[in-house]
């Protein structure tokens, strides 16, 4: 605006010096100005708006995330449904409980309790565990959630919309036929003097069995004993555990190989901290496989008296009663052992 107004006045010069602005002039000025205005006031109301229709939208993800994510979570622990209805789902948890999720009037409600609000829909869709769509309550399998939420003063444009899924396994203690059958909890190549050692912590190992007919994927699993708790690495090739196969799960793989003959048919899993659990007490122990979700699929508390030394305990049939000692004998094959493979018993 400064130069414009030097500029009108360098025009006037010779005109009438001294003297002051004509109407025209100042009509001039005032018109340039307006113009201005209104060029960049819509640009500034336009780029407001965009931020705040962004800080709406971020409002919206954020209220939507808190229910759903608690939603899904819940639905994981389901073991039996109640309804299967596109607007509402009702289901029992691992605790037997029985919970509730609908939208009453835009608000997202758990057991009549209001969780966030402002949503615009809330629908379910069933699927069986061949993945088709059902309204059976007792096949459901997974569960397809989608949800659209608008902020809570409506400026959005449209509803910010979000899917997810959840898939149940409704046996609260575990679906996974897999079973803990083959424990060397004490190492025969060390004598009184060495016990307690690193050296013995690495030869220590756990066979697992999937008496089951479907491969069982084993990442993100824990081991653990009284006293502390490991993820499950795999040492070598693959998760997998195959339907009717094995998987050897030590401290450390090779230090076991140097001892021991491993099927070369066994999955090879290990952990990170040279130890399973705290060590295997010799004295007994309490052993406890957890899958990725945080559930325990098997467990096992034996004594130091199920087998002398230089015998691993073998359990006889892997769908009894895991911690009953008439379930477990001391291997057959002395010093040889079968890790990774049918047992002796």
Not at 34 to 39: G, R
Not at 194 to 208: F, L, M, N, P, Y
Not at 248 to 274: F, M, W
């Amino acid at each position: 605006m400064k130069d414009l107004y030097s500029w009108i006045r360098r025009s006037r010069t010779g005109h009438k010096a001294g003297g002051g602005f004509t109407t025209l002039e100042i009509v001039l000025v005032v018109g340039l100005f307006a113009l201005i205005v209104t060029t960049v006031v819509p640009l500034f109301k336009n780029l407001v708006g965009t931020w705040e229709a962004q800080d709406q939208k971020l409002e919206a993800v954020q209220i939507s995330r808190v229910g759903l994510d608690k939603m899904i979570r819940e639905l994981k622990t389901a073991t039996a449904f109640t309804t299967a209805e596109s607007d509402k789902v009702e289901f029992k948890d691992w605790d037997d409980d029985d919970i509730e999720y609908e939208l009453v009037t835009g608000v997202l409600t758990r057991n009549g309790d209001a969780m966030a609000g402002s949503f615009d829909s809330l629908q379910f869709t069933y699927y069986d565990s061949d993945g088709n769509e059902t309204t059976d309550a007792l096949c459901v399998y997974s569960v397809k959630v989608t949800m659209a939420v608008s902020d809570a003063e409506y400026k959005l444009s449209e509803p910010v919309t979000f899917t997810s899924r959840a898939t149940m396994r409704k046996d609260p203690t575990g679906s996974f036929a897999l079973a803990i059958t083959e424990i060397n909890y004490n190492p025969p190549d060390f004598p009184k003097g060495k016990k307690k050692t690193v050296a013995e912590r690495k030869v220590e190992w756990i066979e697992v069995y999937n008496y089951g007919n479907t491969e069982i994927d084993m990442e993100d699993w824990t081991i653990e004993d009284l006293n502390d708790s490991d993820k499950i690495k795999k040492a070598v090739g693959t998760f997998i555990v195959p339907a009717g196969g094995y998987g050897l799960i030590a401290a450390k793989n090779h230090e076991v190989d140097s001892h021991y003959t491993v099927d070369p048919g066994a999955a090879r899993l290990e952990l990170n901290d040279q130890a399973i659990g705290d060590e295997l007490d010799d004295a007994g122990d309490t052993l406890t496989i957890k899958d990725a979700d945080g559930r325990t699929v098997d467990t096992v508390t034996y004594a130091g008296s199920w087998s002398t030394k230089g015998n691993t305990i073998e359990r006889i049939d892997p769908e009894s009663d895991p911690s009953e000692e008439t379930n477990w004998e001391a291997s057959d094959v002395h010093l040889t052992y079968t890790p990774g493979d049918e047992n002796t018993v």
